[in-house]
């Protein structure tokens, strides 16, 4: 079965018969493999920091499932979309780049609703865009007041204002 096989590092699957990974063909097969090495890759970058290098893996990941998902039963390869998806809404997450990890974690979740992981990173990014937009209006209301005051200032200067 795809989804139990995908939740186990690529490392382990070494010895599996065709049948305890997916059926298909052997090409697929190894495919299969390098997609999970792929997904086991991210894990590690984004344990080790490297969201950037993390959220490409997930991405170069899902181009890999694509490729296969003519060969691979429809039920498990969407299990493992869904762990893709919301692995790199992490890495998004990590880069604050919160609409990207807000498109993944909802496509995560139109795949598999009961995703916990998905959902928390949904609501994660919708948190940090609210911010990160809270954020940015404070900043021109201070440039706002910053260039009143420089302006009343001059006033006072040139003796306008008594």
């Known amino acids: 079965d795809l989804a139990m096989v995908s939740e186990r590092p690529a490392s ?3 010895g599996l018969d065709d049948g305890d990974v997916l059926p298909c063909g052997a090409s697929a097969n190894r495919l299969v493999k390098g997609l999970l090495e792929l997904k086991d890759e ?13 959220a490409s893996l997930y991405s ?4 890999r499932l694509q490729e ?4 691979v039963d429809g039920s498990h390869s969407g299990s493992l979309k869904a762990v893709l998806l919301a692995n790199r809404a992490q890495a998004h997450l990590n880069l604050e780049s919160w609409d990207e990890a807000f498109e993944d974690a909802k496509a995560s979740l139109d795949i598999q609703p009961d995703n916990a992981k998905a959902l928390h990173r949904k609501d994660l990014a919708q948190k940090g865009a609210a911010e990160e937009r809270q954020k940015r209006g404070q900043g021109e209301s201070l440039k706002q007041a910053l260039f009143c ?12 204002l008594q």
């Not at 170069?60 to 181009?63: E, F, G, I, K, Y």
């Not at 296969?68 to 060969?71: A, F, R, S, T």
Request: no cysteine.
């Open 68 to 71: 296969v998902l003519h060969e």
């Open 12 to 14: 382990q699957q070494e």
């Open 42 to 54: 991210g894990n590690a970058a984004l344990q080790n920091g490297d969201a950037k290098k993390a």
């Open 60 to 63: 170069r990941a899902l181009t």
């Open 149 to 160: 005051k420089s302006a009343g200032n001059k006033l006072l200067t040139e003796g306008h």
